[in-house]
């Protein structure tokens, strides 16, 4: 079944046609994204502490905001905490601090879209292999070699940072909204029926 799925796909990328939606597998239940992030909150702490600010507390993940409300939100988590981020030339210890608490109990919402099952991975790289790839690299893109399957889900943090084609995209054209639009656009960054990984965050403050 999955063959024959990503074979409608890539028939419909080879001729220009609209693939017929396909049925992705199903994705982690909101308790399982839950302690995914909590683990993953829990590492981040550590990378934190004695690095950002000092040693730092745990800090507990909460929940993810969405993406139309989320850069206002951590602003004003960060003032809670006593942080200026509109003034970057006021206390930077404590803007750091800020910064890195809410930046891990309120992650970024792309973090969410990159989160993958083990057969939401298999599906992902079979889609990369068959037709996300060779879209690249008809376009000009360098693309360097697919992981392994079985690394591609070795990936920890609920594929949260597998590897994506898109990755490896010039800076050139990442820094170019309207250069990078038109290239998804021809060469859609995920398969059919999940959303875009986008790019890994910067979550250092």
């Known amino acids: 079944m999955k063959a024959a799925v990503v074979a409608v796909v890539l028939a419909a990328g080879l001729t220009g046609c609209v693939a017929a939606p396909a049925d992705a597998p199903p994705g982690f239940t909101d308790a399982q994204i839950h302690s995914i992030m909590s683990v993953w909150a829990e590492k981040q702490s550590t ?14 993940f909460v929940q993810f905001l969405p ?5 206002t939100e951590i602003e004003d988590c ?12 006021s206390n930077k210890e404590v803007n750091d601090y800020a910064r890195a608490v809410c930046g891990i109990e309120y992650p970024p919402p792309v ?32 693309v360097g070699d697919l992981p392994t399957r079985a690394a591609f889900r070795m990936e920890g ?5 597998a590897w994506s084609p898109y990755d490896e995209v010039s800076n050139r054209l990442r820094q170019t909204p309207a250069s990078l639009a ?23 403050p």
């Open 47 to 60: 990378v934190y502490s004695g690095h950002i600010i000092g040693a730092m507390q745990k800090v507990d």
């Open 157 to 161: 943090d609920g594929g949260m940072f």
């Open 67 to 71: 993406k139309s409300v989320w850069t």
């Open 78 to 89: 960060e003032v809670r905490l006593g942080g200026s981020p509109y003034n970057a030339s």
């Open 111 to 142: 973090l969410k879209d990159r989160l993958r099952t083990p057969a939401q991975l298999d599906y992902t790289l079979d889609y990369y292999a068959n037709v996300l790839v060779p879209c690249l690299r008809s376009s000009g893109v360098v």
């Open 182 to 204: 038109v290239l998804k656009a021809k060469c859609p960054p995920a398969p059919p029926g999940l959303p875009d990984p986008g790019q890994i965050p910067a979550l250092q």
